[in-house]
C-alpha cells in the first residue's frame, strides 16, 4: 500500500533553533515534494526532491531513496517559518499522495 | 508572472445542492490537479487534467467532476452536496504531466455546506 508518514505531528521550538522534519514512504516513488501550508490554507511549494539535496535560503531538502525518507530542515528559525510542512510523494501513478502534516510553532 | 488563481474564495451551499469551482493555472501549464482539504483532514488528490483530458481521479463519487478547457482553465463541480463535502478545493497547475513535475497551487476556495 502506498503510504506516506510525517513525523512530528506538532513541534514548537525557540526562535533560532535549527528544525528537522521527517517523512517516510512505504515504497519506490518518482519523485517527493515538500509544501508549505499558511494559516488561511494558501499552499506553497518548497521542494521537489527525487534524489540528494536541494537547498533554498534556510531549507534544506534530503531524501535517502534506499531508505525511503526524506527530512526538511530549517537553519536559523523563524517565527515567520511557523506553518504546516507536508510532504508529499509521487509513487509513479502520476498523483500525489500526502502526509499528514507537521504543524510547526515557533516561539519568538 | 501571474500564479494559479481560483474563484470564488469562499462559499455557502445547501445540502443537496451544486456547485462549480474554477481554476486559472499559470501560463504555459497544462496540467491542471484538484485537492480536497476537509477540515481535520490532510490533502486527498481528486482530479488531473491535462490537455483537456481526464487523466486520473482519486478515491471519491461520481458525483465529483470537472473539465478542462482549450485554455487550460479548469472547473470542479459537485453535485448533491452532502456536509461532509465541506473543504478547502485547492487546484494546483504544473508544466509538465503527472506528479513529478513541481506543483503549483493557487488559494483555494473554502466550500461550506449547510
Known amino acids: 500500500k502506498n503510504e506516506v508518514e510525517q513525523s512530528p505531528q506538532n513541534l514548537t521550538a525557540q526562535e533560532g533553533e535549527f528544525i528537522t522534519i521527517n517523512c517516510s514512504y512505504s515504497?519506490?516513488?518518482?519523485?517527493l515534494h515538500w509544501l508549505q501550508q499558511h494559516p488561511g490554507g494558501g499552499i506553497v511549494s518548497l521542494f521537489m526532491?527525487?534524489?540528494g539535496k536541494k537547498k533554498h535560503g534556510r531549507l534544506i531538502a534530503t531524501i535517502n531513496i534506499q531508505e525511503k525518507h526524506s527530512s526538511l530542515h530549517i537553519t536559523a528559525s523563524h517565527p515567520r517559518d511557523s506553518a504546516v510542512y507536508i510532504c508529499?510523494?509521487?509513487?509513479?501513478?502520476?498523483?500525489?499522495?500526502f502526509g499528514t502534516g507537521t504543524r510547526l510553532t515557533i516561539i519568538p | 508572472e501571474a500564479g494559479v488563481t481560483q474563484s470564488p474564495t469562499h462559499l455557502i451551499k445547501t445540502r443537496g445542492q451544486q456547485v462549480t469551482l474554477r481554476c486559472s493555472p499559470i501560463?504555459?501549464?497544462?496540467?491542471v490537479y484538484w485537492y480536497q482539504q476537509a477540515l481535520g483532514l490532510g490533502l486527498q488528490f481528486l482530479l488531473w487534467?491535462?490537455?483537456?483530458?481526464?487523466?486520473n481521479r482519486g478515491n471519491f463519487p461520481p458525483r465529483f467532476s470537472g473539465r478542462q478547457f482549450p485554455n487550460y482553465s479548469s472547473e470542479l463541480n459537485v453535485n448533491a452536496l452532502e456536509l461532509e463535502d465541506s473543504a478547502l478545493y485547492l487546484c494546483?497547475?504544473?508544466?509538465?504531466?503527472?506528479?513529478?513535475?513541481?506543483?503549483?497551487f493557487g488559494p483555494g476556495t473554502r466550500l461550506t455546506v449547510t
Open positions: 494546483a497547475s504544473s508544466i509538465l504531466a503527472g506528479g513529478g513535475s513541481e506543483q503549483y
Open positions: 515504497v519506490g516513488i518518482s519523485a
Open positions: 526532491l527525487s534524489s
Open positions: 508529499a510523494v509521487n509513487f509513479g501513478n502520476e498523483k500525489l499522495t
Open positions: 501560463s504555459g501549464h497544462t496540467s
Open positions: 487534467y491535462d490537455e483537456g483530458e481526464e487523466r
